[in-house]
């Protein structure tokens, strides 16, 4: 099944500067990618997604690069605000429909003032 | 967007009682469901995919005679844990995908979060 690594775990990044999350993924069927964003004691809210037939998206100070060859995602997040402090996860799947996600660990972003 | 609904947000229970958590999709349908538990600073796990009119699917080392989950319906699943213990406490959520040809995009419930006494 699909496996998917996320690195960092952590990241403090000064306001205003960019912060950058990776991701890999081992299922080459893969063709979904989502990131989410969740704030303590919250539930994850999709930011951004990509699907296997673009490289980039951008939505605003966000964007998403995939990289298919080499099956890994990267999220972008430019001009960071305290605000965006939480902790993001990446994921991936397959086949639509009865295929759940398969979350990466997560990373703990803090955007320091 | 699409709304998925779950109750109870959070539950304080004894040892050995069980609790449900009920997963509601307001405003489409939803034939598979999916059940994720968190635990503090950890990442989403699937415990188990609900079919609607059929078994769920559950993911390898959760037991299915404790995590006990019904999808009667196209907007409904519940989740029973049984027979509840401590180290049952944990943030569990519950997750839907609208039925048909879409986005793709996986819709969350608000979370319940579980406190095992």
């Known amino acids: 099944g699909e496996n998917v690594e996320q690195h960092p775990s952590t990241l403090s990044v000064q306001e205003g500067d960019s912060a950058v999350i990776k991701c890999t993924y081992s299922?080459?069927?893969?063709?979904?990618f989502p990131w989410y964003k969740q704030e303590l004691g919250k539930r994850p809210q999709l930011i951004i997604d990509?699907?296997?037939?673009?490289g980039e998206k951008k939505d605003q100070r966000i964007a998403v690069t995939l990289n298919k060859t080499a099956k890994h995602f990267s999220l972008h997040i430019t001009e960071t605000q305290p605000e965006d402090s939480a902790v993001y996860f990446c994921?991936?799947?397959?086949?639509?429909?009865?295929?759940?996600?398969?979350f990466g660990k997560g990373t703990r972003l803090s955007v320091i003032a | 967007g699409a709304v998925v609904s779950q109750h109870p947000s959070w539950v304080i229970c004894k040892s050995g009682t069980s609790v449900k958590i009920e997963c509601r999709s307001l405003?489409?349908?939803?034939?598979?469901m999916f059940w994720y538990r968190q635990f503090p600073k950890q990442s989403l796990m699937l415990m188990a995919t609900?079919?609607?009119?059929?078994?769920?699917?559950?993911e390898q080392g959760v037991e299915k005679d404790k995590f006990l989950i019904n999808h009667a319906s196209l907007t409904l699943s519940t989740l029973t844990v049984t027979s509840a213990h401590p180290e049952d406490s944990s943030f569990y959520i519950c997750?839907?995908?609208?039925?048909?040809?879409?986005?793709?995009?996986?819709?969350f419930g608000e979370g319940s979060r579980l406190t095992v006494l």
């Open positions: 997750s839907a995908r609208p039925s048909g040809v879409g986005t793709g995009e996986l819709f």
């Open positions: 299922d080459s069927a893969s063709n979904y």
């Open positions: 990509i699907r296997s037939n673009v």
């Open positions: 994921a991936a799947v397959g086949r639509l429909g009865n295929t759940p996600l398969v």
């Open positions: 405003d489409f349908q939803a034939t598979t």
């Open positions: 609900s079919n609607e009119g059929s078994k769920a699917t559950y």
